[in-house]
């Protein structure tokens, strides 16, 4: 494999604390070096003068199972072109089916695919399928030996904790849930929107590094108060290390949630799209669309390139993605920061008019071109 070198352009990379404009070069799969008027003998250049060089994205929370379920998406068919070069699925299976995530999607991927595994054995089939109705489809014990049998695949737990999904059962998935990861020693990840009971209450079960997907959803036992304001429970169990992701969604992000919240600082630790068959049309689209819409909203552009690089990285227990370090994996992702007037949509069908987007240009995946818009 020969050298390529991205000439040119503002790289940043948050987990090292880089923001310059630098050459990045790529030698074999790896970061070989970062710094001004790199040249190389023989290297393949490209020009990104003007555009953003990142470490690839990080989608943490998205329903890749397309072999057997029926939200999910082809990784390779979304990743490239987003600039997305690691995908994590948020519990379209389970114990009975990581065989089949291993084989089906993560074996034959470009794309670097890894998961979480849902504390019911059902997994989600669909998008409305109650799969907590009965705790029957729970099993601690099978579900922690499948996890630690596939440490290199599997990440964490998936709960999804919404009324309609969990019956009569209250908070004991979340319970069940976060007893599992305890025994392996991995993140939670939970859905939340008209759970049964205010956040605070599923705030109080989770530890530091559990994460609260749909953190800005626009129904009730949300982030905000009357007032809109960030309730203070919700403040503190972010102080507490609790990790607030976007997981947009078909119906899980609201614009005048997230413009509140962002107006007091709360701002999300990750950007995730929860993109599956329903929303890749819209209102979610990409990776990009839904950073371009946190963006808009006033989240720093450094904060937006740490939530999809670094801190996923750090949550899911991988720090060695997520970054440019030489000698990491040569996963980048170069994006233009484009001026206009464009048009977001989100889960509620808020359409709106923004004067900026992120666009992605070139996707390198394990040192190779893998997607140039050029």
């Known amino acids: ?84 070069t ?84 209250g908070l004991d ?15 939670v990840m939970v859905h939340v929107g008209n759970t049964p009971g205010p956040l605070s209450d599923v705030l109080d079960l989770l530890r530091p590094g559990d994460i609260i997907t749909h953190a800005y959803h626009g129904y009730a036992h949300g982030i905000l108060d009357d007032h809109s304001a960030v309730w203070t429970d919700v403040i503190e169990g972010h102080k507490r290390g609790v990790i607030m992701d976007v997981g947009h969604g078909a119906g899980s992000f609201k614009f005048d949630v997230a413009q509140a919240a962002f107006e007091h600082g709360f701002f999300p630790d990750v950007i995730s799209t929860d993109i599956y068959t329903s929303n890749v049309d819209g209102p979610v689209f990409d990776l990009p669309t839904t950073m371009s819409k946190m963006l808009n909203l006033g989240m720093p552009i450094s904060d937006v390139i740490a939530s999809t690089t670094s801190i996923p990285a750090r949550v899911i227990g ?19 920061r484009q001026s206009g007037s464009f048009e977001f949509c989100d889960s509620h069908g808020d359409v709106r008019r923004y004067p900026q987007r992120l666009v992605c240009r070139h996707t390198v995946r394990d040192g190779h071109l893998w997607y140039s818009a050029e």
């Open 318 to 336: 991988r720090d060695d993605l997520g970054t440019l370090r030489p000698g990491s994996v040569a996963d980048v992702a170069v994006f233009e």
């Open 86 to 169: 690691t995908i994590v699925d948020a519990g379209s299976s389970s114990w009975p089916s990581m065989g089949s995530f291993r084989s089906q999607i993560a074996g034959p991927s470009n794309v670097r695919v890894l998961g979480f595994s849902n504390i019911s054995s059902l997994g989600i089939p669909t998008a409305g399928t109650p799969e907590l109705e009965s705790l029957k489809f729970v099993n601690i014990d099978r579900t922690v030996v499948s996890v630690a049998e596939n440490g290199d695949l599997m990440v964490g737990i998936k709960v999804r904790q919404g009324n309609h999904l969990v019956g009569s059962n």
């Open 1 to 84: 494999m020969g050298a390529l070198i991205l000439k040119g352009g503002n790289v940043m990379d948050p987990a090292v604390g880089l923001n310059a404009v630098a050459d990045v070069l790529i030698r074999e799969n790896r970061i070989a070096s970062i710094g001004p008027g790199i040249s190389e003998l023989g290297a393949e250049v490209i020009d990104v003068t003007g555009h953003l060089v990142t470490p690839g994205l990080i989608d943490m929370h998205t329903h890749i199972c397309w072999g057997f379920t029926d939200i999910g998406l082809v990784p390779d068919e979304i990743c490239p072109q987003s600039g997305i």
């Open 173 to 187: 998935p979340t319970r069940l849930a976060v007893e599992a990861a305890e025994q392996l020693a991995v993140p």
